[in-house]
């Protein structure tokens, strides 16, 4: 079995690369599988905005899908990867793809705008699964991303995303609404393969106006996150 470095001896490590760091719980990751042409999406995307606002344990994201361009309404921040990783979620978890669908930690699907149900996902995941060491920072037009010592092989996926939008929509099913719309995602690229040793990862900045990291495992589970802090330092996030 391989060697794992002791969590103390991990932070060290980020300290030293990255400056003094403060151990917090990573955010439990909660997507969100959306459109502006869905008229069921509203009330998904303003818990999205509230989670967004109320706990920094939490990190939304809120993937817009493709195929519900075929209306009236085109949703400008609509992405094929967005489709596409739904696509994955539901060949994992069963069931078709629909919205707005939540996927906590990426291995619990529920209805997006089933509260009860989607923070009690949250609780439950909370402090489960190994501590894998990750953080993120902007040096200059880069982003850097660093992957502390741990067990598994997992994908690091850098997502660019926007905090916030407000869409005046003109047609389809939400027609004549004005939506507020929070952490959409812009872009999201796959970094590379991490297979437990630490390890560093290097891109140009993303589309959006900030970026997290995922640590995501071949069956889906995220072992890892972090978001970049609003001064463009890292914040690191343990899980």
Do not use: K
Request: charged content about 20%; overall charge negative; glycine content about 10%.
């Amino acid at each position: 079995m391989r060697p794992v470095v002791p969590l103390a001896l991990a932070l060290a490590l980020l300290g030293a690369a990255f400056g003094p760091v403060a151990a917090a719980e990573r955010p439990v990751v909660v997507e969100l599988f959306t459109s502006q042409s869905c008229s069921s999406c509203p009330p998904a995307e303003a818990l999205i905005g509230r989670l967004a606002h109320e706990d920094s344990e939490i990190l939304p994201l809120a993937f817009h899908v493709t195929y519900w361009n075929h209306l009236n309404w085109r949703d400008p921040y609509a992405l094929t990867e967005a489709t596409a990783r739904q696509e994955a979620y539901a060949a994992r978890l069963g069931g078709p793809a629909y919205t707005p669908q939540a996927v906590i930690d990426g291995t619990v699907g529920l209805v997006g705008s089933d509260e009860a149900a989607l923070r009690g996902a949250v609780a439950r995941a909370r402090g489960a699964g190994p501590d894998i060491p990750v953080a993120l920072a902007r040096e200059g037009d880069s982003f850097v991303v660093r992957i502390g010592s741990g067990n598994g092989v997992a994908h690091v996926l850098l997502v660019g995303f926007d905090p916030s939008h407000t869409t005046r929509v003109l047609r389809g099913e939400n027609a004549g609404r004005t939506l507020e719309q929070a952490n959409v995602v812009r872009a999201i690229q796959d970094l590379g393969r991490w297979s437990g040793a630490a390890a560093t990862f290097t891109a140009a900045r993303p589309e959006g106006d900030t970026a997290a990291v995922l640590l995501q495992a071949e069956d889906g589970r995220i072992l890892g996150a972090a978001r970049l802090g609003r001064d463009g330092a890292h914040r690191e996030a343990l899980r």
